[in-house]
């Protein structure tokens, strides 16, 4: 053999032996990659079935699942009935269930308070969120002001349910239990007892 | 033909060559693979979405857009009616956006490349770790932090049994970090908050059947007197997350 290629091939190996060792040891990504990872078995790891939200070729608009026949109501299931203008019909629709004020729904409230409402009202509900700050939206209006506060409960929900002005519905996103825990916790935060709809209409009183 | 001296090189050639790659290929198939593997698979969206943006900047809380994921086995991609809560004031003639403004108007659904793959014989369940109070992070690594999301995990069998075998190393204790518990993101302070979830699905409320042990509180039941070191241990709790039937069925 030729006594001046071996360092070379010694030098090489060593390399790739400190190169793998550093990919053990290391367990980081080494490395981005466009390409989709290796399948070994393929046939097992990829079965030909509907999964939920994935292409499908076996339909010709690729999607594996399918629209629902119209006016389908997923089990389960409560729509939203009433439209953004039903504020009157709101008052009396909505009946308030009078969640108990137990640690759990105060925090369940303010968990799904913080998830969908914080984004644009901020966790203080005073609507001053990163997001509102870095868009300037204008409009968003402080949940803890008074003519917010003297809302009825049935009206806030009417408001979650069905929107107002650049709002959207969150009825397809929030259960209607949420709802009304999301009101208990908006109470706390506006410092105020609040009441369950309109006096004329419903006289249960919240707790 | 060939002189003796070259043929046996080549036979001996051939099987030292033969020899490291076959060892090559145990050691990278079973060693490396199991700890990068898929790792950094980081594909072209047909939207240049950034989570750094909206989860990092903005701070919208992960299950703003991936809602129902504590009560569904799978996550879900946001419906484009999502993006359109917001995008339809905000940036609402942005050329990024078009597909997004065309999915809105066609009912087409916007074909996301898909990250986190497991085997179709694996079934893998969100809402069991979401109440299990398993952190986003844990698997899907600093979302905030990428402006392009790639895997940040191997998901691959070794690394689900690495925690499932020894949670107390990898989770309990050490939860939460984003904060999915309390919708506050990045809030380490307040653990306590962690344990006041769950029993979401709506279908629950009223009946409080537990799916998970333990349960922790319902609309009926209120939450048991936990704090953070008394959250139960996986195991103690009963969940068997080494039965091969959890995942394989």
């Not at chain 1, 729904?105 to 984004?119: H, K, L, T």
């Not at chain 2, 069991?128 to 905030?144: F, L, N, T, V």
């Amino acid at each position: 053999m030729n006594v001046r290629k071996l360092p070379i091939l010694w030098i090489l190996l060593g390399l790739l032996i400190a190169g793998f060792t550093t990919l053990v040891l290391a367990g980081q990504i080494p490395w981005f990659s466009k390409q989709p990872p290796l399948e070994f078995l393929y046939n097992m790891d990829l079965t030909f079935k509907a999964i939920p939200q994935s292409g499908n070729t076996f339909f010709a608009d690729r999607k594996s699942l399918r629209d629902p026949v119209a006016g389908t109501i997923a089990r389960g299931a409560q729509p939203y009935a009433l439209g953004m203008g039903d504020i009157d019909a709101a008052e009396t629709e909505n009946v308030d269930p009078n969640l108990p004020m137990t640690e759990f729904v105060m925090a369940r409230g303010q968990n799904r308070f913080n998830v969908f409402c914080a984004a644009c009202h901020n966790y203080d509900a005073k609507s001053l969120s990163k997001l509102v700050k870095r868009g300037s939206w204008p409009g968003i209006p402080d949940l803890t002001r008074e003519q917010t506060a003297a809302l009825s409960n049935a009206r806030i929900f009417h408001i979650i349910s069905a929107g107002q002005n650049l709002m959207p519905s969150y009825a397809d996103k929030i259960s209607v239990t949420d709802r009304w825990a999301i009101i208990r916790y908006l109470r706390t935060l506006q410092g105020v007892v609040g009441t369950a709809s309109n006096p004329s209409a419903v006289t249960t009183q919240a707790q | 033909m060939f002189s003796r001296r070259f043929d046996m090189g080549v036979k001996v050639g051939g099987a030292v060559v033969g020899a490291v790659a076959a060892i090559v290929f145990l050691v990278g198939y079973f060693g490396v693979r199991n700890s990068v593997a898929d790792v950094g698979y980081r594909p072209d969206q047909p939207v240049p979405f950034s989570h750094k943006l909206h989860t990092g900047e903005l701070q919208i809380q992960c299950q703003y857009c991936h809602a129902g994921v504590e009560a569904s086995a799978h996550s879900p991609v946001p419906t484009t009616q999502t993006c359109m809560n917001c995008h339809t004031a905000v940036k609402a003639e942005s050329p990024k956006l078009k597909v997004v403004r065309d999915s809105y108007e066609s009912g087409q659904p916007i074909e996301w490349a898909r990250i986190h793959k497991v085997p179709d014989y694996v079934h893998f369940n969100h809402s069991r770790h979401i109440r299990a109070q398993i952190d986003c992070k844990s698997c899907h690594g600093p979302i905030e932090e990428m402006g392009v999301v790639s895997q940040f995990k191997p998901l691959t069998m070794g690394w689900c049994l690495d925690c499932h075998r020894n949670p107390e190393a990898l989770i309990v204790g050490a939860r939460p970090i984003s904060g999915v518990f309390t919708g506050k993101l990045h809030a380490v302070k307040d653990l306590l908050d962690s344990s006041y979830i769950f029993t979401p699905i709506a279908a629950q409320v009223g009946k409080s059947t537990p799916i998970t042990v333990p349960q922790f509180g319902s609309y009926d039941t209120d939450i048991p007197p936990l704090t953070v070191a008394g959250i139960p241990h996986p195991k103690k709790a009963g969940i068997g997350p080494e039965n091969c039937s959890t995942c394989h069925y």
